[in-house]
Antibody, heavy 122, light 107 residues
Framework: QEQLVESGGDVVQPGRSLRLSCAVS????????MHWVRQAPGKGLEWVAAISKDGGRKSHTDSVKGRFTISRDNSENALYLQMNSLRPEDTAVYYC???????????????WGQGTLVTVSS | DIQLTQSPSSVSASVGDRVTITCRAS??????LAWYQQKPGKAPKLLMY???SLQSGVPSRFSGSGSGTDFTLTISSLQPEDFATYYCQRANSFPYTFGQGTKLEIK
């Protein structure tokens, strides 16, 4: 059974940094691209970042570009999101998600973790 | 950026009803569309991808159709567990946006 477990969410002040982690089990992590998707309280879903299965290709949505960095460690079955210069508008539940295909990245999110809450407030 | 607009924003229906939710893209996205179901306090769940392909394990009462700019998600006979919020999402190009959501409530 696939499991994706996020951790690292916290309450932080604006301008500070945070690193989210996603521990994966139940599937071959190195065979899939991975994503981070977030959801502000009471709002809709927003794709944040993606990384190819070997980590060689990364993409970030414009609102986090230059501040957030997605990475992965295939030997540890772990996905990360380094979040710097945090802003109040980054407050959200952050989900890690597995891509749908083993062939190439599709940007369909087939399997999700339970999410971790990041609150940016002074 | 290409925008996705869902309608209605909310809908009330009864168990056994047939319900259709629409997603309209501001530009042609061919068939690069997914549908997700989200229940309160839970992660979203993939229902459909490439507009009309049913994700493994999803009941066959769910179906998707459309291409280009107009798409629909249909639930043929509502079950109690189907009351949730539904999102469409485009996968054709950066930045892979979602629709605003449609809340399906019990009448």
């Amino acid at each position: 059974q696939e499991q994706l477990v996020e951790s690292g969410g916290d309450v932080v002040q604006p301008g500070r940094s945070l690193r989210l982690s996603c521990a994966v089990s139940g599937f071959t992590f190195s065979s899939y691209a991975m994503h981070w998707v977030r959801q502000a309280p009471g709002k809709g879903l927003e794709w944040v970042a993606a990384i190819s299965k070997d980590g060689g290709r990364k993409s970030h949505t414009d609102s986090v570009k230059g501040r957030f960095t997605i990475s992965r460690d295939n030997s540890e079955n772990a996905l990360y999101l380094q979040m710097n210069s945090l802003r109040p508008e980054d407050t959200a539940v952050y989900y890690c998600a597995r891509d749908h295909s083993v062939v190439d990245i599709t940007y369909y999110f087939a399997s999700w973790g339970q999410g971790t809450l990041v609150t940016v407030s002074s | 950026d290409i925008q996705l607009t869902q309608s209605p924003s909310s809908v009330s229906a009864s168990v056994g009803d047939r319900v259709t939710i629409t997603c309209r893209a501001s530009q042609d996205i061919r068939s690069w569309l997914a549908w997700y179901q989200q229940k309160p306090g839970k992660a979203p769940k993939l229902l459909m991808y490439v507009a009309s392909s049913l994700q493994s394990g999803v009941p066959s009462r769910f179906s998707g159709s459309g291409s280009g700019t107009d798409f629909t998600l249909t639930i043929s006979s509502l079950q109690p567990e189907d009351f949730a919020t539904y999102y469409c999402q485009r996968a054709n190009s950066f930045p892979y946006t979602f629709g605003q959501g449609t809340k399906l409530e019990i009448k």
